[in-house]
């Protein structure tokens, strides 16, 4: 599939994909006859694996280390399986300080329920 397909598949737009090439985030993408751009499913499922990885927080400079790690095949497996943990370890701290910060919100609302 062209970029444009791709952009409207991934929620990335044009210019990101474009980026996340040039920095080497995605491997190089195969062109076609005319030149252009065509993405596969395996594509797909990278760019969706680095977009859940964005959506919890993982920072871009993370995000590079990791698709560094996995360019380099298998043998990074044990790498790449510890930053994923780490990664996991933050984002549940991180789930459960949003659930305290939650709880006292609805505690101050219920307050507020009280009042009125």
Do not use: C
């Amino acid at each position: 599939m062209n970029i444009s397909q791709f952009s409207d598949i991934t929620g990335l737009s044009p210019h990101t994909l474009r980026y996340y090439e040039n920095i080497g985030l995605l491997a190089p993408i195969s062109r076609n006859e005319s030149g252009h751009r065509s993405y596969s499913k395996k594509d797909h499922e990278w760019v969706a694996f680095i977009i859940r990885l964005k959506d919890t927080g993982m920072p871009l400079k993370q995000i590079m280390h990791y698709a560094e790690l996995r360019a380099e095949g298998t043998e990074t497996s044990a790498e790449r399986k510890l930053l994923l943990e780490l990664h996991s370890n933050m984002l549940e701290m991180k789930i459960a300080q949003e659930v305290e910060h939650l709880e006292a919100l609805k505690k101050k609302i219920k307050y507020y329920n009280n009042l009125i």
